[in-house]
């Protein structure tokens, strides 16, 4: 059964710093597509951040190119992080991990497993 779980929400001032973790097991290759996404009160959830490993394919919104990073963690494989600088009040939000279908430069299409969300609280 594939799970994922994340982890690294926090309350942060706007400018700061955060390091979303999502963990994921159950899955039968060592080829990861995983995204992240985020929901925020009275908005539709949308894709922030996608990872394919085997193609090592890259997806990032618009509102956070630049600010944010994703990747694989070199000594735990099964663990994916966002990494989120510059913070701004709009990145306030639940973020979720999932796994994805096919991710592309400008594209990321969840797939069906979520995890049970992080919250992010960007405030002064």
């Known amino acids: 059964q594939v799970q994922l779980v994340e982890s690294g929400g926090d309350l942060v001032q706007p400018g700061g710093s955060l390091k979303l973790s999502c963990v994921v097991s159950?899955?039968?290759?060592?080829?990861?597509?995983i995204g992240w996404f985020r929901q925020a009160p009275g908005k539709e959830r949308e894709a922030v951040s996608c990872?394919?490993?085997?193609?090592?394919?890259?997806?990032y919104a618009e509102s956070v190119r630049g600010r944010f990073t994703i990747y694989r963690d070199n000594e735990n494989q099964n663990t994916v992080h966002l990494q989120m600088n510059n913070l701004r009040l709009e990145d306030t939000a639940v973020y979720y991990c999932?796994?994805?279908?096919?991710?592309?430069?400008?594209?990321?299409?969840?797939?069906?497993?979520w995890g049970q969300g992080t919250q992010v609280t960007v405030s002064s």
């Open positions: 999932a796994t994805v279908a096919s991710v592309g430069g400008y594209w990321c299409y969840a797939d069906k497993y």
């Open positions: 990872l394919a490993t085997r193609l090592d394919s890259r997806f």
């Open positions: 159950g899955l039968t290759s060592d080829h990861l597509r």
